[in-house]
């Protein structure tokens, strides 16, 4: 390891765009001139900051910076290849950013964008500036997750779409992330250095491999993790989607790099004999694997595509398993591995210079076209000619043309895969080489089918006649991409050996592979020969497919890896639902079982408190008294309420005519009459019941009842008259007795027709016969008091606070009735004691005396 | 003999002031609804300001102790000011504060606002009081007060879903209760009115049946409370009725009291060294995860916004039980921690869900769509919440996921991990929905949401304060004075320095 430098440059380096980003909303609210030209100076200003670092790391050696936060402190590092990754993600960013302006003219929502665009730097550069696991990951999932404003950013139907499906995969490879480095820090590692080899945690280890393989593999596009990328990246704004394809996904590139050269091999000053280079030998080759299937699965995908930007997208799955190739066969290799981790890193640096560029090529052609359908368009070289030099630079550079920098980076991974080859021996190894041939051949292809059918082809559409270049700063930042393409092509030593070979001294890597391929292979006639080849199957490939229609065969759905994740998402979405579902019924019916034996134990209780006081009642009160006696006494409340009734009917009727003195007649003459009634009537019923037994009595009686109206109307008419009569001085006790004689006629009548037998007997005159009570002993009397605490304990609770209704209750009524005799007689007894009493005390008075 | 100086009886006065808020809170009615809020601000503002003063001395690791009141010769009621109690005391005392604070806005259009005050302020100082206490009784008292004190803020729009839900609060409270106060018999019985100490308080004395009995009771009286499943049932019914502003105090700090209780309960009556001898902790983590992962499972499940953060809060609260069930100090710590953020974040989501209630009359998720433009400081409140309760760093709740995380590793459990991070991935299932919805998603009648318009001045102000709080105890965790610190203090003590 090199001498480590406090610095504070990498801090600030992050820093300042997340701060920049703060003032785009204020400044762009006032001027969106302004706002550009502070966004481009932003990106500037980290770019020239970027290249500061750069140089100071060259020059210094590591830089270290920290401040504390969160859980612990957020570590910055910059060694060579955190620098590198710095650098060219700044110059792309800063390029993306001179184009956006003129592109972004007529979108909506650009203070968004560029606020959005300034944070995914940021955290770009403390992803590739972290100097520990949990620093990385912050910045990881800001990255993930603020780039999803720049996917969603046209917010047009299939931006959501693609933006949705970007989250989900984002936030499902952050936790895959999040517990891979968690079981690092439990196995003792977190900074970007080797993690301790303890036995025993040899599982532990492999998991956390994996999880980290999957979670920054998600991010870099790896197959079968890419689904959403060739969504995300096209309907994103073309300036967006450049940064997107050519930086962000490098963020996966990174981590990967950096699983493979620090995390998982053994610390610095092993022997490359010691058997701990195992481990990550062994992930080398597996994410070589890996690499493999993703460059020609995005291969084959992206030469049926028709869509440019589609197409691109697709290819950035395929250089991404470039890369994962050539770091891949640099872990597998270990101390010959120079070659294969050099050639994946400067791919990574070339495909973010030439992808950016392609992106904002066909960006300018659909900013002035307004298509993306290659097939739709043509002829535009003579129309856009500034545009398609540079298109035509960047294919070359993706498609490894010599002097290109693609080529530099192809030949080195293709050295160090059939170096892989040889370490291993076998024939799996040389399959993977062939592939890859086929790989180059296809890219070659899919770049000249680009190439061709946009720019070169005759011009089908007369619409395309008026097209004009692109606008200047769209070109200018085409330009600034152009010539590092150019640049890293014809000088692949600058980076090689000024950056990579240091790099990879200073962990302790012996570079002297990527001296021999400077020295030995560069430029070299069989590599040469290999490039040229590689073009002519591409053209081949290209002539074959336009002829037969190649292009537009599709796969069998059934092949798609995307439609196994909407099925395995729609089948959890679907068992989610129905787990939902299903526990609503549960509680749904467990409510109702409560309910039920809620009701049923309600019932019970109502049964046995009903048993409770009968039983109480009978043992307080004796037995109930015969139904006659019961009959009768009902009987005689409901006759005295209804003797209360026709006095307040006479009353209500005469009031308001009478002057006071008046009424006061009335009522006394309705109270008469009312009296006589009642009594007449008790009189019967008691007959009756005594003759004929209750059961009959019972049903007479509702007869009866039925003729109460028409008596209580006639008496209160009857009592009107009287008074008046009785004003004028005459008087009335006879014409009282006259008026009650027909009443009683017609209520006996009805009573006796229903009873269906003569038994009326002499009685029932209007004469007042006195009913007297009858006498009773004190037992009775007692039984009496209690049935009176028993006709209060019966009250049901509900109704204890009192109200009018529960005075004209017939229990109240007779209670009432009773408890007036009783104080009577108690206080006639209380007055015979104290009479008594006296006696008594006069008897010791005398006797005293 | 201790010098009796103004500090010895903070702890009091920090139970007292918003007691005496409380009783005047009626008569400060006087001053209209504003000036009433304004008075008993200032009351909450001072709890806020005695329960922060109680921290230094709690970080200094010299628990405060007061003797307050001698029940019967062998019986006293009896505060002490620990770090973890500081840590729940500053937690509750914040929260009160700032649902306080949104109560002056949200519950301008609902009439009874006295009663709602006056047990307002009284459960805040109960659950002081559950914060401070010294021994189990005192535990015991306060923790009954503030249940059932609870009901008249349960039911408090009087509309028969509230009532519904305030008879299925007050019979499950009412039983999980009971069953802690069977705990405290049983404690009672073993070892006598001793303070809680870290190591436990049972001695030697040592009756495995009846240990164990006491332990269950125990657990499933703060189950009840803590929403641990299947001791839940009240949770989903009780938040969508309640008014969103008690709402989020009840989910965030009310249901972590259950959590609290635990914490003493496991901590400093048991200890970890008889906890783990009992080894009946495996059935409590097999529960908690259940919790953790079906509360997620139904979240997804349902559409009223209320019930989904109340099936958050159980899951959420799901974790702290399984941290502790682990018994390993990493991870204890990352639990109080955990309580602590929580209760912000949830806060700050019902605060937003009640203000999507009262002014877009919005209950629903699927009614969310596109307001995100019509409300958007309460979406991007509910955004800044809803990821931080996923763990999205820099959020505070990223810190204590992380912290989790790890203690579990620590402790050798990589099943809790799998919880752990299952729990957040569904947790991202339900809550960024609502979000997508509500930024991304076009309203279905446009010409509808026009008159719907951003919630008032004081809404938006605790609401905002949510976030930032979030925020600061995500960037700054470290900082001496906020929850981590504190955490790292109490679980040193409870095991043993360590």
Known sequence: MQPVTPSLLPLLLVAWPLLAALVVHPLGRRSDRGRDYFVVAATGIALCAAAALAAQVLAHGWLHAGIPALAGRLEFSADHFGALFALFGAFVWFCATVYSPAYLANEPDRNRYHAASLVVLSAYLGVVLAGNLVTLFVFFETLGLVAFLLVVHTGTAAAKRAAIQYLWMTILGGVALLAGIMLVYSLGGGGLAPIPVRPGMEGTRTLAAVLLVIGFGVKAGMVPLHIWLPNAHPVAPSPASALLSGVMIKAGAYGLFRCLSALFRPEVGTGFADEAWGFSSQLGLWVLWLGIVTMATGVVLALGQRDAKRMLAYHSISQMGFMLAGIGAGAYLAEEGAMGTAGGLMHAVNHALFKALLFLGIGAVAFRTGRLDMYALGGLWRRMPVTFAFMLVASAGIAGVPLFNGFVSKCLIHHALVSAQEAQGGFALQAAERVYILVCAGTAASFIKLIGLVFLAPRTDASLAGVREAPAGMLVAMGALAIPIVGLGLRPDLLLQGVVANGLAGWGMPDAGVRHFLAAYYLSSPDVFMALLMLGMGAAIFGFGMKTGLFHLSLPRWLSVEAGYHGLAAALRDATLRLGRLHGELQHRLNWALRVSRRRMLVAMRDTGQARRRLAETLLAGAPGSPEQAYIESAWLVLDQERQATIRAALASRRDERPEAAGEATRAIACLLAENLFEARLELLTRVARSNGAGAARGAFSALYRAFPMTRAEVAEAAGLLAGRRAQGEDIVPAVSLALRPMLARERAAFRGRLGAADAGPGGEAASPVLREPSRGALAWARDLARLVVAELRQPPSSWPRSEAVDADPGMVATRRRIARYSRDVGLNVAAIFGLLALFAAALWLAAG | ?498
């Not at chain 2, 005496?20 to 008569?27: H, I, K, N, T, Y």
């Not at chain 2, 008690?246 to 635990?262: E, I, N, P």
């Not at chain 2, 806060?347 to 433009?373: D, H, W, Y």
Request: aromatic fraction near 10%.
């Open chain 2, 1 to 498: 003999v201790e010098a009796i100086t103004f500090m010895t009886f903070t702890p009091l006065l920090t139970i007292l002031v918003p007691a005496l808020g409380g009783v005047l809170a009626v008569a400060f009615g006087r001053f209209g609804a504003g000036g009433r809020v304004f008075a008993l601000g200032i009351f909450s503002a001072i709890t806020v300001a005695l329960a922060l003063a109680a921290i230094p001395g709690a970080l200094a690791g010299t628990a405060q102790e007061l003797l307050l009141l001698h029940l019967t010769p062998q019986i006293w009621l009896r505060l002490r000011v620990d770090a973890a109690g500081a840590l729940f005391a500053a937690t509750v005392s914040m929260l009160f504060l700032l649902a306080l604070v949104y109560s002056a806005g949200y519950l301008r259009s609902h009439g009874r606002h006295g009663r709602y005050y006056s047990f307002f302020m009284l459960c805040q100082a109960c659950m002081i009081g559950v914060a401070y206490s010294g021994n189990l009784l005192t535990l015991l008292v306060f923790y009954e007060l503030f249940s059932l004190l609870t009901y008249p803020l349960v039911i408090h729009e009087e509309t028969p879903e509230a009532m519904r839900a305030g008879l299925k609060y007050i019979v499950y409270i009412l039983v999980g209760g009971s069953l802690v106060l069977l705990g405290v018999i049983f404690a009672f019985h073993l070892a006598g009115d001793r303070p809680f100490a870290p190591g436990g308080i049972l001695g030697g004395r040592t009756d495995p049946p009846l240990v164990a009995a006491m332990f269950w009771c125990f657990l499933a009286g703060f189950g009840v409370k803590a929403a641990l499943m299947p001791l839940h049932g009240w949770v989903p019914d009780v938040h969508p009725a309640a008014p969103a502003s008690f709402s989020a105090v009840l989910s965030g700090v009310m249901v972590a009291a259950g959590c609290f209780g635990m914490t003493r309960v496991i901590f400093e009556v048991f200890g970890v060294e008889l906890a783990r001898a009992l080894g009946l902790m495996p059935w409590v983590a097999a529960a908690a995860s259940i919790s953790v992962l079906l509360a997620a499972l139904l979240a997804i499940s349902e559409d009223d916004l209320k019930r989904r953060l109340a099936w958050s809060t159980i899951s959420q609260m799901a974790y702290v039980v399984l941290a502790f069930s682990l018994l390993s100090p990493a991870v204890t710590a990352a639990a109080l921690v955990h309580i602590s953020h929580h209760a912000f974040l949830k806060g700050a989501l019902f605060f937003c869900a009640g203000a999507f209630a009262s002014q877009a009359g919005i209950r629903r998720v699927s009614e969310l769509r596109g307001v995100g433009a019509r409300m958007p400081v309460t979406t991007a409140v509910f955004a800044i919440a809803a990821l931080g309760l996923v763990g999205i760093p820099p959020l505070s709740g990223f810190v204590s996921k992380w912290l989790l995380g790890t203690g579990m590793l620590e402790a050798g459990s990589a099943p809790a991990l799998l919880v752990l991070l299952g729990g957040a991935l569904l947790a991202a299932f339900y809550l960024l929905p609502p979000v997508w919805l509500a930024y991304f998603a076009t309203a279905r009648e446009p010409q509808q949401g026009a008159a719907i318009r951003e919630a008032p001045g004081t809404m938006v102000f605790a609401m905002a304060a949510t976030a930032v709080i979030s925020l600061l105890f995500g960037l700054a965790a470290t900082l001496p004075g906020l929850p981590l610190s504190l955490a790292h203090c109490a679980v040193a003590a409870f095991f043993g320095g360590g």
